[in-house]
């Protein structure tokens, strides 16, 4: 099985940094993702992360540890509209080709002016 | 740039009702999932297809079927429907394609399930 820890809740301010931390242990690993979820609204693929390292895309970046167990999602230059919740969710090697994914509970981000 | 569309958005049932949930999406992928969406409980796979024909249960498959007869369209039935299945549903899709393993899933905008 999966298990997936990322904070529930975090609070920043515009123009700051924020680093939200996921954990996961699985029994076996195939990438891991990253999305932006608004309230009342669909999913949206930010990142993903396969190999060991940073993985940078205009403001956020998403870092991996395979090893640890371990990533983050980095957000530079925080805006409003980034108020949002964001998903951690892995893939394990026991999905074979189906490409199942198991998603942590979201870390609810809100952004102070 | 329709991508995956759910429908109804919004729905209210009585306990033991039933209903279907269709989605549909034109990206031509080979897979498509069922998630509910709880609060504290993150997205949970209900019933996933790995193509025309073909479905298999998920993590929450209980009191749920679904059906996948067209490539674009993937069903989501409630037999007898009861209070515990309230909840936001949410259809995703993915390609086959080879060597995609980074290929996301695309999700629709969920449907609002109340059951009464």
């Known amino acids: 099985g999966q298990n997936i820890d990322q904070p529930t809740e975090m609070t920043a301010t515009e123009g700051a940094i924020v680093q939200i931390n996921c954990t996961y242990q699985?029994?076996?690993?195939?990438?891991l993702f990253w999305y932006q979820q608004h309230a009342g609204e669909a999913p949206t693929f930010l990142s993903y992360n396969v190999l060991d390292g940073l993985e940078e895309k205009g403001r956020f970046s998403s870092f991996l540890s395979r090893s640890k167990g371990y990533s983050y999602l980095l957000l530079k230059e925080l805006q409003m509209k980034d108020s949002a919740s964001y998903l951690c969710?892995?893939?394990?090697?026991?999905?074979?080709?189906?490409?199942?994914?198991?998603f942590g509970s979201g870390t609810q981000l809100t952004v102070l002016p | 740039n329709a991508g995956v569309t759910q429908t109804p958005k919004f729905r209210v049932l009585k306990t033991g009702q039933s209903m279907t949930l269709l989605c549909a999406q034109d990206?031509?992928?080979?897979?498509m999932y069922w998630y509910r969406q709880d609060p504290g409980m993150g997205l949970r796979l209900i019933h996933y297809s790995v193509g025309e024909g073909t479905t298999a249960k998920g993590e929450v498959p209980d009191g749920y079927n679904v059906s996948r007869l067209k490539k674009q369209n993937f069903l989501l039935g409630l037999e007898s429907a009861a209070p515990s299945q309230t909840s936001v549903y949410f259809c995703?899709?993915?390609?086959?394609?080879?060597?995609?393993?980074?290929?996301?899933?695309?999700f629709g905008d969920g449907t609002r399930l109340s059951i009464l």
């Open positions: 699985t029994s076996g690993f195939n990438g």
């Open positions: 990206m031509n992928h080979e897979y």
């Open positions: 969710a892995v893939r394990g090697i026991s999905s074979g080709s189906a490409r199942q994914l198991t």
């Open positions: 995703a899709s993915s390609s086959l394609q080879q060597g995609d393993s980074n290929q996301p899933q695309h």
